[in-house]
């Protein structure tokens, strides 16, 4: 991959003009605008019709903001068929001209094409230099992203793209004057006239092309997801569904639930945490060539070889690996409407706590104990837009001393406990953030949120950091918990949401559909750190636990079921088919 794209250029070349032109005297900047006022008359018409405007914006859209399905269109068309992958951007320019006529309208059209460019421009700009799709799933994420994860992919590439792509054309939009027909029945005459010459292209390239379509379609079904603007039908579709549809019975699962007795008698303290953007393919307990993994390497890890996550976007992967619901039949719907994993061993009598350092738990916490990590709080691990993981360690230290304090202070028992940390682990664009600069084992790190015009090498550098650094979180977190091993059975587990792309096939980042994404973001870690003296109270075979990580295969889908395995929780929700304990009690 080039250090700096041919698009990149283009932008900073536009942004340096803009540079330069604050450097300029104030004479000099007065005649620049001049020049620019007088240049911009000449080529803005005095007044313009619907169709006029209406054709222009649709060819914009067609050829210009389309550019990364006619790419893909183009990449995927066989030898012999380059006269076919030249005509998308006539096919599109011809729907667009149908569709955009449905808002020809006084007051409406003019706000409803600067809305359209402005986001599709961004659009553009994600997939191009991204490769991302803005289907249902992606649109999920962005609105349920906090703003300081949002604040992450700005760039100057992204603003520039906007600029260029999106806020002079809509700045064209808004000062051309549309020019009203005189009469009802002519404007009718026009704007049919109009559609029908749309069609009429739409027509031409499915006579000659259906063929090619067809193929092409059938074979890559995502392409119609590419399609911008779908995004602002996706954005539709996702407001109706979680604002306005009707919300499903809530069912309260798992209420049967009850622990079983530990022999030694001692309460359980197991602490989950909940990796984020970490692909196993980057971890040394994976196979990986670097030694990603050097701070619990000798605590006697257990690490799962092969899962899949459930999905690859954090909104839609969270709930879904804390639900009984199998990838296959999850809907957020259907698991907002019962209860998690949380909930039943909450119902069991265990005191559930949830702590989130990745600005929102997607609903996962909200029947428990939750505690939302401020970034502004005043904490030196915090810059105010995110704070360093070891907070949830301090958090962590600091609730279980107020537990024992107060057990001690009371004369009751220590409860039962469960504890989730929810990592920020290496949520990218902006992967140097992730981690503190002594922490930084691998050089040189690519130190910018516009990733693509990082070398793939030095992407990899800052990723593998914060995957070492997320090494680092557990393994101070092993030591807190070792040092109540007197008072609990203490136990670890570890599993991330989803994984992430670093430039391979030109991807990057996550949320690509689950049907086409690479196994760099379906492959997650799952990692135990299960001492002896647990797995015991527990009556569970650790060595046979050690057996299966290496043979067999896990998903998300074995979260749920095996965590009450785990914890020691009997209730007639846990399947034991996806329980990975079920295999390996002692009795």
């Not at 005095?46 to 649709?58: H, K, L």
């Not at 793209?161 to 026009?190: C, D, E, H, M």
């Not at 559609?195 to 379509?213: N, Q, R, T």
């Not at 043979?551 to 088919?577: K, P």
Request: charged share 15%; glycine share 6%.
């Amino acid at each position: 991959m080039s250090t700096v794209s041919n698009n990149s250029v283009f932008i900073q070349w536009i942004l340096s003009v803009l540079v330069e032109y604050q450097r300029q005297s104030s004479l000099t900047r007065v005649v620049i605008v001049k020049l620019l006022t007088e240049t911009w008359s000449r080529i803005t018409p005095q007044s313009i019709s619907y169709e006029a405007m209406t054709g222009i914006i649709a060819v914009y859209f067609g050829l210009v903001l389309n550019f990364p399905i006619i790419r893909k269109i183009y990449q995927l068309s066989t030898e012999g068929h380059v006269l076919f992958s030249l005509t998308p951007a006539i096919l599109l320019s011809g729907c667009f001209m149908v569709i955009f006529s449905i808002f020809a309208f006084r007051f409406v059209y003019k706000p409803a094409m600067i809305v359209l460019i402005l986001s599709s421009s961004a659009a553009m700009y994600a997939m191009l230099q991204y490769n991302v799709i803005l289907d249902y799933s992606m649109i999920e994420n962005i609105f349920e992203t906090n703003s300081g994860e949002a604040i992450s992919y700005l760039s100057i590439n992204s603003v520039g793209y906007v600029l260029v792509f999106g806020i002079l054309p809509s700045v064209w939009v808004y000062r051309t004057n549309i020019a009203n027909q005189a009469s009802l029945s002519k404007a009718l005459f026009r704007r049919v006239g109009f559609v029908v010459l749309g069609l009429a292209v739409i027509g031409v390239m499915v006579l000659f092309f259906y063929k090619d379509y067809a193929s092409v379609g059938r074979n890559n079904q995502y392409l119609n997801k590419m399609i911008i603007p779908a995004h602002i039908y996706n954005t539709a579709k996702y407001i109706n569904q979680r604002f306005f549809s009707e919300k499903l019975t809530f069912n309260p699962i798992g209420q049967d639930a009850q622990l079983v007795p530990v022999a030694n008698g001692k309460p359980t303290l197991m602490v989950l945490v909940v990796g984020e953007t970490a692909r196993a393919q980057n971890m040394a307990y994976n196979g990986y060539q670097r030694n990603t993994n050097p701070y619990t390497e000798n605590l006697g890890i257990i690490a799962l070889q092969d899962v899949s996550s459930c999905g690859t976007a954090t909104a839609h992967s969270l709930p879904c690996m804390f639900s009984n619901l199998t990838r296959n039949d999850y809907s957020r719907k259907a698991a907002d409407a019962q209860n998690n994993v949380l909930d039943v061993i909450k119902a069991a009598g265990v005191e559930v706590t949830w702590f989130d350092n990745d600005g929102g738990d997607k609903a996962v916490g909200a029947r428990i104990n939750k505690i939302d990590i401020s970034p502004s709080e005043n904490n030196p691990l915090c810059d105010g837009l995110s704070c360093y993981d070891e907070i949830l360690i301090e958090k962590l230290t600091q609730k279980l001393q107020q537990d024992t304090q107060a057990s001690a202070a009371s004369g009751k028992g220590l409860a039962n406990q469960f504890i989730a940390l929810h990592t920020i682990g290496s949520h990218g664009p902006t992967y140097w953030q992730r981690y503190p600069a002594d922490k930084a084992s691998f050089t040189p790190a690519c130190s910018r949120s516009d990733i693509e015009n990082c070398s793939d090498q030095e992407i990899i550098n800052v990723y593998d950091n914060t995957i070492a650094y997320t090494d680092f979180v557990l393994a101070q977190t092993i030591k807190v918990l070792e040092q109540y091993q007197d008072k609990y059975n203490v136990a670890l587990v570890y599993l991330s949401d989803h994984g992430e792309s670093l430039g391979e096939s030109g991807m990057y980042l996550h949320g690509t559909p689950y049907s086409i994404a690479p196994s760099q973001q379906t492959h997650v870690p799952w990692l135990m750190w299960l001492p002896q003296d647990y797995t015991q109270a527990k009556g569970v075979d650790r060595e046979c636990l050690v057996e299966h990580a290496q043979t067999a295969s896990y998903s998300h889908d074995n979260l749920f079921h095996s965590l009450l395995g785990l914890y020691g929780v009997n209730t007639s929700v846990r399947d034991a088919a996806l329980d990975m304990t079920s295999r390996c009690k002692l009795n």
